[in-house]
Every structure is written in structure tokens, then in C-alpha cells.
């Protein structure tokens, strides 16, 4: 079975420029969520989608944005962006909404703002 | 507001020693899991081992144990003959039955083995 893969591993970006990082989830999950983890930080949630719906969010800002589709593979979409959104985006994926399924995680786009 | 609190940022141990990693936490629910991941240099985080709330015996996963007191919303990890694979960050983290699939993170700790 194909773990979670994200694309691309690196990006560099400048200040009000708009970006798109992608994540296929493991064969299977249909729930995904995103995190955001700066430098020496643990990483914070973004948000989470189950059935291409989006049904939790944490203390981000409406440029951030999501999409998941019917194979389940999602995007994170951040317009404006800022110098404090460098960080490592991870992706995470698990089997349902029910008993708790440990989540998988991807290994990662590491987004650079200049 | 759920927190999760690692107050080592760092730790070393010698190579076959035990060392414990320290978290605690605060959550106004009953009913949560608690996980221990670790980050290699390689950036994924891979699960170690994780304690469904209402269980009061201890999760092990071999050379991996929890010490799990509830009431003083502590979780320590306790890895025993440290191996330099195990050389990484290792995050606590919360999950609320309410919040669906959210973690909640600490800061981590870096864990150095030493050979």
C-alpha cells in the first residue's frame, strides 16, 4: 500500500504571491488534515477535510484554503503570502471518522517566502 | 483550549540506557487520546505509541512505554536500550474526541543518542 506522498518537497515563494502544495493521502483514508510547522515548533493544525467536505479549522486565516477531491488526494492553497508563512506543511491522512485510526503523515513541503 | 506542554527541549542518553521524555497536558474533555510521534531529520512523523484516555494500564510497543496518570494529566515516554535510530524529535500530542482527526502538539524534545 502507497503511503501519504506530497508535492513538491521544496518551494520558494516571494511576499503576496500565491501557492498550491498537494497531497495524496493513503490508499483507502478519506479523511486529511493539514499542519503548519515552523522552525523548533510542534505542528499547529490548519484544517481537516472527510468526504471533500471541510469540517475542522484552527487558528488560521481565510487565505488559507483547502480542497479535497473524490480520490481523496488534497490541496493547501495560501494566497498573500507572508514572511511568517515559511514553514514545513505536513499532510496527514487516516481511514474514517469513527474509532480512532491512527493518521499518516506525509513527509512534507518546505516553503520558503522570501 | 487544549494544550500540550514538553518542558525539555532537549535530551541525550547513552547508547542501551533508558531515558524519559516528559508532557503533560490540559483538556477539559473525558474522553481523548494521547501519542508520542517522532520527526527523524527525514521530516515524517511517524507514530511511536498511543493511549486511549479511558485505559488505565500503560500502552507498551516494545522497547517503547508510557507512563499515563490522568489525574495529573501527565504522559511520559520511556524509551529503554536507546538505539542511534533513535536519535530525533519526539512531539506529545492530544486529540479530542470532539475535534475529530486535530492534534494538538507540544514543542517537541530532541532526543541525542550517544554511542
Known amino acids: 500500500e502507497t503511503g501519504v506522498t506530497q508535492s513538491p518537497t521544496h518551494l520558494i515563494k516571494t511576499r503576496g504571491q500565491q501557492v498550491t502544495l498537494r497531497c495524496s493521502s493513503q490508499s483507502g483514508h478519506n479523511t486529511v488534515s493539514w499542519y503548519q510547522q515552523a522552525l523548533g515548533q510542534g505542528p499547529q493544525f490548519i484544517f481537516q477535510y472527510y468526504r471533500e467536505e471541510e469540517n475542522g479549522r484552527g487558528n488560521f486565516p481565510p487565505r488559507f484554503s483547502g480542497l479535497q477531491f473524490p480520490n481523496y488526494s488534497s490541496e493547501l492553497n495560501v494566497n498573500a503570502l507572508e514572511l511568517d508563512d515559511s514553514a514545513l506543511y505536513l499532510c496527514?491522512?487516516?481511514?474514517?471518522?469513527?474509532?480512532?485510526?491512527?493518521?499518516?503523515f506525509g513527509d512534507g513541503t518546505r516553503l520558503s517566502i522570501l | 483550549a487544549q494544550t500540550v506542554t514538553q518542558s525539555q527541549p532537549e535530551m541525550s542518553v547513552q547508547e542501551a540506557e533508558t531515558v524519559t521524555l516528559s508532557c503533560t497536558y490540559d483538556t477539559s474533555e473525558n474522553n481523548y487520546y494521547l501519542f508520542w510521534y517522532k520527526q527523524p531529520p527525514s521530516r515524517q512523523m511517524i507514530l511511536v505509541i498511543r493511549q486511549e484516555a479511558y485505559k488505565q494500564q500503560n500502552a507498551t510497543e516494545n522497547r517503547f512505554s508510557v507512563n499515563f496518570q490522568k489525574a495529573a494529566k501527565s504522559f511520559s515516554l520511556k524509551i529503554s536500550d536507546s538505539q542511534l535510530g533513535d536519535t530525533a524529535m519526539y512531539f506529545c500530542?492530544?486529540?479530542?474526541?470532539?475535534?475529530?482527526?486535530?492534534?494538538?502538539f507540544g514543542t517537541g524534545t530532541r532526543l541525542a543518542v550517544r554511542p
Open positions: 496527514a491522512s487516516s481511514q474514517d471518522r469513527g474509532e480512532i485510526q491512527p493518521q499518516h
Open positions: 500530542a492530544l486529540r479530542e474526541m470532539s475535534s475529530g482527526d486535530k492534534l494538538t
